[in-house]
């Protein structure tokens, strides 16, 4: 199979995705971006799953358009780049969100987490004695 197959097979199936979801392209995008993002936010629990996340929700967004650009050059109907960025701007929005907020609030979770470990076993008691 070619690349241009290949795109216009990929072509075909977002095709199918927007017609059978009743959903406009730009939803799809963002739908997909958050779908993936969280999946592996759920599979990838340990240091830098953040991250991973993110990286591989940039790398489907930046294929995918790869792919509907290839295709549009087969088919001599290059859209501008604008319509491009709009795309990949649409698929990252919410995981760029989603990572930054993960990022803040993740040394609060482990600031509860120590407090919880103090008040519990031997420390506890020993804070109940001093007290």
Known sequence: ????????????????????????????HIYFGLTLFLLIRLVWRWRGGWIVAWLAVLAMAVGGEWLDMTREMGDSM????????????????????????????QPHAKEAAVTVDEMSGENAERRFEQA
């Open 1 to 28: 199979m070619t690349l241009i197959e290949i795109a216009s097979l990929f072509g075909e199936r977002k095709a199918s995705l927007v017609e059978l979801s009743g959903l406009d392209k730009d939803a799809l």
């Open 78 to 105: 290059l859209q501008p780049d604008a319509a491009h960025w709009h795309d990949i701007w649409n698929t990252m929005f919410w995981p760029t969100v989603l990572l930054l907020v993960g990022r803040w609030l």
